[in-house]
């Protein structure tokens, strides 16, 4: 199961390639960014309950046998870091928002400049452009 829900579901309203530069245009693409963000924030912290309920019932249900218990542990271990990458998207999704209300949504974090915009389209909480990431990643 993917845990982005933005890079396979197919969007609805296609964003300009630019991040369009007159007020007006920038103000209906911080629109369709703002929509995009709120709906991805809803299905992950859907999701996020959703999950949590499963792991209190796992936790109730603890079993009594040992290799029960053992397939539990590891389901249980499962739902928690897919918690835990749930808490992170839903972070990273409210930053992006409260972004897009202080009028600094899509600038890269590192270097400043306007991330691309096919980047913000598959990863609209994206918080640095292709070359810093690349960057990052060569460092680790
Ligand atoms: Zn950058």
Redesign the pocket.
Known sequence: MPLFAFATTPMTSELPKHVPTSKAAKTSFLQQVRQRLMKEYDAVTKRLSTLMDKGKSMWEEYGNKDEENAAEVSEFQDTLSMEKNLEKSKADLEAALQQVDAGTYGK??????A?ESERLKLAPAAT??T??VLKAREQK
């Open positions: 890269c974090h590192t270097c400043g400049k991330i640095l452009c070359s810093c």
